[in-house]
């Protein structure tokens, strides 16, 4: 009887284990993406966000949309049977309507941390049914961003002032301020934010903008090229009075890696304070 009971939980666990398999799976965030490939569960993913290009071979499944313009039916089309949507993905209505089409949506939690790294590799495994290959990941995920913040503290000491620009249009800037990313990754690397007196991605006039006097402008590198040239930037007056401008002191880096703060954080962590120490150097 005793064997019977066991082949039977074998059987279940069998079964439950070959329907999780045949889940057909969206990654709506390119963190997401990352940690799919990353957990070895790449084969289950039928789509993805715009955002989400790396690794390179994300760019083959087909693009649903921007992560927080998504329409129903881009992603209805790939016929998912498992959503994985970072927070802040949306707009509402179109979530509505792929919980009442039957779909299974999960939301991933998306805080800009070394904790919340971790967090999220394990909120995806625990969707995805591997839990001890997410675990793994975790653990080595914490143990590479625990090194590089090690590497980077001492450099706190004399920070690089470091202005996060997204934008540049009409006479006005678009900053990365506090509780963004940006100003988490800058303090990751060892920086100093130019713009921590403000609060999330703000516009600033020029004056504004000037009076930061950041020693070093940091931008995304995006697909197509950058929105301003390097010429371009240090055209504009505002720029050009600030230290940065007059020794025109720029780094860009892909944006998913810089911000999307998956299993790739500790690299850019390392590459951008070694970015800063060459600034400060300078």
């Given at each position: 009887?005793?064997?019977?009971?066991?082949?039977?939980?074998?059987?279940?666990?069998?079964?439950?284990?070959?329907?999780?398999?045949?889940?057909?799976?969206?990654?709506?965030?390119?963190?997401?993406?990352?940690?799919?490939?990353?957990?070895?569960?790449?084969?289950?993913?039928?789509?993805?966000?715009?955002?989400?290009?790396?690794?390179?071979?994300?760019?083959?499944?087909?693009?649903?949309?921007?992560?927080?313009?998504?329409?129903?039916?881009?992603?209805?089309?790939?016929?998912?049977?498992?959503?994985?949507?970072?927070?802040?993905?949306g707009p509402p209505e179109t979530i509505a309507?792929?919980?009442?089409?039957?779909?299974?949506?999960?939301?991933?939690?998306?805080?800009?941390?070394?904790?919340?790294?971790?967090?999220?590799?394990?909120?995806?495994?625990?969707?995805?049914?591997?839990?001890?290959?997410?675990?793994?990941?975790?653990?080595?995920?914490?143990?590479?961003?625990?090194?590089?913040?090690?590497?980077?503290?001492?450099?706190?000491?004399?920070?690089?002032?470091?202005?996060?620009?997204?934008?540049?249009?009409?006479?006005?800037?678009?900053?990365?301020?506090?509780?963004?990313?940006?100003?988490?990754?800058?303090?990751?690397?060892?920086?100093?934010?130019?713009?921590?007196?403000?609060?999330?991605?703000?516009?600033?006039?020029?004056?504004?903008?000037?009076?930061?006097?950041?020693?070093?402008?940091?931008?995304?590198?995006?697909?197509?090229?950058?929105?301003?040239?390097?010429?371009?930037?240090?055209?504009?007056?505002?720029?050009?009075?600030?230290?940065?401008?007059?020794?025109?002191?720029?780094?860009?880096?892909?944006?998913?890696?810089?911000?999307?703060?998956?299993?790739?954080?500790?690299?850019?962590?390392?590459?951008?304070?070694?970015?800063?120490?060459?600034?400060?150097?300078?």
């Amino acid at each position: 009887m005793r064997g019977l009971v066991t082949l039977c939980a074998a059987l279940l666990v069998s079964a439950a284990a070959a329907q999780a398999e045949s889940k057909r799976v969206i990654a709506i965030g390119s963190s997401l993406t990352e940690i799919v490939h990353a957990l070895g569960q790449q084969h289950r993913l039928v789509g993805r966000d715009r955002s989400s290009t790396w690794p390179p071979e994300a760019a083959d499944l087909p693009d649903v949309g921007y992560r927080r313009a998504l329409s129903p039916e881009g992603v209805l089309s790939v016929a998912p049977d498992l959503i994985l949507a970072l927070e802040g993905s949306g707009p509402p209505e179109t979530i509505a309507v792929l919980q009442e089409a039957g779909v299974d949506y999960v939301t991933i939690a998306d805080e800009f941390s070394r904790d919340g790294v971790i967090d999220k590799i394990r909120a995806v495994g625990a969707a995805l049914g591997v839990e001890a290959e997410a675990e793994a990941l975790a653990a080595e995920t914490a143990r590479r961003l625990d090194r590089a913040l090690a590497q980077t503290s001492a450099a706190q000491d004399t920070p690089v002032n470091v202005l996060f620009l997204l934008s540049a249009r009409g006479g006005e800037f678009v900053v990365g301020g506090a509780e963004t990313q940006a100003d988490t990754i800058i303090r990751m690397a060892g920086g100093k934010n130019a713009a921590a007196d403000v609060t999330g991605f703000k516009t600033m006039t020029p004056e504004a903008m000037a009076a930061t006097a950041p020693d070093v402008i940091l931008m995304m590198e995006r697909q197509g090229g950058p929105i301003l040239s390097e010429e371009e930037l240090f055209a504009l007056p505002a720029v050009r009075l600030t230290p940065a401008g007059r020794n025109r002191a720029l780094i860009r880096m892909p944006g998913a890696y810089l911000l999307g703060f998956g299993p790739r954080t500790a690299d850019a962590v390392m590459d951008l304070s070694a970015a800063l120490r060459s600034v400060r150097g300078s």
